[in-house]
């Protein structure tokens, strides 16, 4: 005998769950400045390919670009180029030797800075590359850091006096020349947060009073700012030791 088994389906929802989607940058970015004493054109190659830059990278200069979207336009320092391993190298126009080359793995979304840096008197130039942990933007704080690229002069103090005043206390302490000591690179790249504002800074020999560079600077809400020593202590003229700023907004 056949018994008639009812049957009943069931449909079985199960909840979808979507999986976020990561967009993974192709990209590092790259930041050139040319603080090569007497040096005031070079020309910038990716893995032997010329790449075109808006000026002429001239001495104590770096390179902007501008970003433009729906909302707003902005400068930014930062080059995109291909991340991986990359070989870089800067020549003078008309030449046929690169003054540094080097190579080096950038990693996707990364940024970094990379500075030309002492003479050709002293042999080949040489270069400082930092990887640069900018924290998210805030509109009251300012991120800054100093870097000191001149060849003969000593360590430095940073000194910072807020609303440009009479009360200061030292924000950077014991920071040399980095192409001659390797181990000051990770505090020349760290940025510290500061509130926006008016300052004066000092800068002095470590461990001294000695002021051997000073004056005064308006930092932004989201701003992000180097500080960089340039020049020669012994020089003179367009090479005495002086001061480059790299101050950009997020």
Same mark, same amino acid.
């Given at each position: 005998m056949l018994i008639a088994v009812p049957v009943f389906l069931f449909s079985c929802k199960k909840d979808?769950?979507?999986?976020?989607?990561?967009? +993974? =940058?192709?990209? =590092?970015?790259? =930041?050139? *400045?040319?603080?090569? +004493?007497?040096?005031?054109?070079?020309h910038f190659f990716v893995d032997n390919q010329q790449v075109l830059l808006p000026d002429t990278l001239s001495y104590g200069n770096t390179e902007f670009f501008t970003i433009q979207n729906y909302v707003y336009s902005n400068v930014t320092p930062y080059k995109d180029i291909s991340y991986g391993y990359r070989q870089l190298g800067f020549i003078m126009p008309g030449g046929d030797n690169f003054l540094v080359s080097f190579n080096n793995y950038f990693q996707s979304g990364a940024k970094y800075s990379i500075f030309i840096a002492d003479t050709i008197s002293h042999g080949q130039l040489k270069y400082v590359l930092l990887k640069d942990e900018i924290g998210i933007s805030d509109s009251t704080k300012t991120q800054i850091r100093f870097i000191n690229l001149s060849p003969d002069a000593p360590a430095m103090d940073v000194w910072v006096f807020p609303n440009a005043g009479t009360y200061g206390y030292k924000l950077f302490s014991n920071r040399p020349y980095p192409v001659f000591d390797y181990s000051s690179i990770p505090g020349s790249q760290v940025f510290?947060?500061?509130?926006?504002?008016?300052?004066?800074?000092?800068?002095?020999?470590?461990? *001294?009073?000695?002021?051997?560079?000073?004056?005064?600077?308006?930092?932004?809400?989201?701003?992000? +700012? *180097?500080?960089?020593?340039?020049?020669?202590? =012994?020089?003179?003229?367009?090479?005495?030791?002086?001061?480059?700023? +790299?101050?950009?907004v997020q």
């Open positions: 979808q769950v979507t999986q976020p989607q990561v967009l +993974i =940058s192709t990209y =590092s970015g790259l =930041s050139i *400045t040319n603080a090569a +004493i007497g040096i005031n054109n070079l510290t947060k500061l509130d926006a504002g008016p300052y004066y800074f000092v800068a002095t020999a470590a461990g *001294t009073y000695n002021v051997l560079l000073q004056g005064g600077l308006i930092l932004p809400g989201r701003g992000v +700012i *180097t500080i960089y020593a340039k020049g020669l202590l =012994s020089g003179t003229g367009n090479n005495q030791l002086d001061v480059g700023v +790299i101050e950009f």
